[in-house]
């Protein structure tokens, strides 16, 4: 039996050294890196090429064993079977039978995932119309595109109606339209109660439907949490418009602002904290006849962030 707290993906103090070529050159893919998804989160696994992404989808996979710490899936080693029903799966690189039509793939799909056999035609008709390959779906796939193939991987994914959904990379291969059509089928899983746990390194589809994420650099956790709260953190800085700052009051504020334009009888102000907006408030308070008209707070987008990790992960190292 299984606690209704328990987190379907738990993973603790994880390492992974692989060993290769003839001298066995020592790779650390994976340094003491813990974390869980809970039930019904959908979560991003960010990182650049190399952090080490699909190495940690392949171990919570039972594909690949760890060199040290523990990862579990639904509170059990990730090679139990009871796990693998419970679960679907698109690898890096999906390998096809590409002389399956699309249909002939999804049925065949289902049939190694254990779908009843009343349900399978229902179930990849359904497939084929959310993933948009209807007009596809009785072509060989020898023909399909990179992107028509991606989806027919995402699609083998969702063939069981799994709990938990595992994408490595889901949105490789898909234009703005197939991303946004993703982003959907993503969103519909969360309705539906299911986890989702993908790994990507793009990071504008991330920021728009996961719960929360994690950020993978050189193997190591750099950060995980809710995406709003670790883009907060990073206010840049904020932009004070104010109306009718003139002459001296005008040298006043430029002296607490990092700069300013000065446009008509608005004066911008760019300055870096909190602190800094209230010292304006106070400024044109005492001095009577300006008014603050605009407060925007400029935040780090996540391409800035990562790039903030993924350069000082380069300088440590
Ligand atoms: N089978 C292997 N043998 C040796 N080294 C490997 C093996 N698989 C991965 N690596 C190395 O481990 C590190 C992490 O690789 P991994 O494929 O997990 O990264 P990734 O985050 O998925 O990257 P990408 O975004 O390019 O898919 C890399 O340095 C890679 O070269
Ligand atoms: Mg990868």
Same mark, same amino acid.
């Given at each position: 039996? /299984?606690?209704?707290?328990?987190? *379907?993906?738990?993973?603790? &103090? =994880?390492?992974?050294?692989? $060993? %290769?070529?003839?001298?066995?050159?020592?790779?650390?893919?994976?340094?003491?890196?813990?974390?869980?998804?809970?039930?019904?989160?959908?979560?991003?696994?960010?990182?650049?090429?190399?952090?080490?992404?699909?190495?940690?989808?392949?171990?919570?996979?039972?594909?690949?064993?760890?060199?040290?710490?523990?990862?579990?899936?639904?509170?059990?080693?990730?090679?139990?079977?009871?796990?693998?029903?419970?679960?679907?799966?698109?690898?890096?690189?999906?390998?096809?039978?590409?002389?399956?039509?699309?249909?002939?793939?999804?049925?065949?799909?289902?049939?190694?995932?254990?779908?009843?056999? /009343?349900?399978?035609?229902?179930? *990849?008709?359904?497939?084929? &119309? =959310?993933?948009?390959?209807? $007009? %596809?779906?009785?072509?060989?796939?020898?023909?399909?595109?990179?992107?028509?193939?991606?989806?027919?991987?995402?699609?083998?994914?969702?063939?069981?109606?799994?709990?938990?959904?595992?994408?490595?990379?889901?949105?490789?291969?898909?234009?703005?339209?197939?991303?946004?059509?993703?982003?959907?089928?993503?969103?519909?899983?969360?309705?539906?109660?299911?986890?989702?746990?993908?790994?990507?390194?793009?990071?504008?589809?991330?920021?728009?439907?996961?719960?929360?994420?994690?950020?993978?650099?050189?193997?190591?956790?750099?950060?995980?949490?809710?995406?709003?709260?670790?883009?907060?953190?990073?206010?840049?800085?904020?932009? *004070?418009?104010?109306?009718?700052?003139?002459?001296?009051?005008?040298?006043?504020?430029?002296?607490?602002?990092?700069?300013?334009?000065?446009?008509?009888?608005?004066?911008?102000?760019?300055?870096?904290?909190?602190?800094?907006?209230?010292?304006?408030?106070?400024?044109?308070?005492?001095?009577?006849?300006?008014?603050?008209?605009?407060?925007?707070?400029?935040?780090?987008?996540?391409?800035?962030?990562?790039?903030?990790?993924?350069?000082?992960?380069?300088?440590?190292?």
């Amino acid at each position: 039996m /299984s606690s209704v707290s328990e987190p *379907v993906i738990s993973v603790t &103090r =994880l390492s992974k050294v692989y $060993r %290769s070529g003839f001298r066995m050159k020592r790779v650390q893919a994976l340094t003491d890196l813990s974390m869980e998804v809970e039930k019904g989160e959908i979560f991003g696994f960010l990182g650049p090429n190399g952090a080490g992404k699909t190495t940690l989808l392949k171990i919570l996979m039972g594909l690949c064993e760890p060199t040290s710490g523990s990862a579990l899936v639904f509170g059990k080693p990730p090679r139990d079977a009871a796990v693998k029903a419970r679960l679907g799966f698109l690898p890096e690189s999906p390998y096809f039978y590409d002389h399956l039509t699309a249909r002939e793939f999804l049925r065949l799909a289902a049939q190694l995932s254990a779908v009843p056999k /009343s349900e399978t035609a229902g179930r *990849v008709t359904g497939l084929l &119309r =959310l993933l948009r390959m209807e $007009r %596809s779906a009785d072509a060989q796939m020898r023909g399909f595109s990179r992107g028509m193939l991606q989806r027919m991987g995402i699609a083998q994914a969702l063939v069981a109606d799994p709990e938990l959904v595992v994408l490595d990379e889901p949105m490789g291969g898909l234009d703005p339209v197939g991303r946004k059509e993703f982003r959907d089928i993503i969103i519909d899983l969360r309705e539906r109660g299911k986890t989702v746990f993908f790994s990507t390194h793009i990071l504008s589809d991330v920021e728009m439907i996961c719960d929360r994420v994690g950020i993978v650099v050189d193997g190591r956790m750099v950060e995980v949490g809710r995406l709003n709260e670790i883009l907060t953190e990073t206010a840049e800085s904020i932009e *004070v418009t104010v109306r009718g700052a003139t002459g001296k009051t005008q040298k006043i504020l430029e002296r607490v602002s990092q700069h300013s334009i000065k446009s008509g009888d608005e004066l911008m102000l760019t300055v870096r904290s909190d602190e800094d907006v209230d010292k304006i408030m106070a400024i044109c308070r005492e001095v009577g006849g300006i008014r603050v008209v605009g407060l925007v707070p400029h935040r780090k987008t996540l391409e800035d962030y990562f790039m903030a990790h993924v350069e000082r992960a380069g300088r440590a190292s």
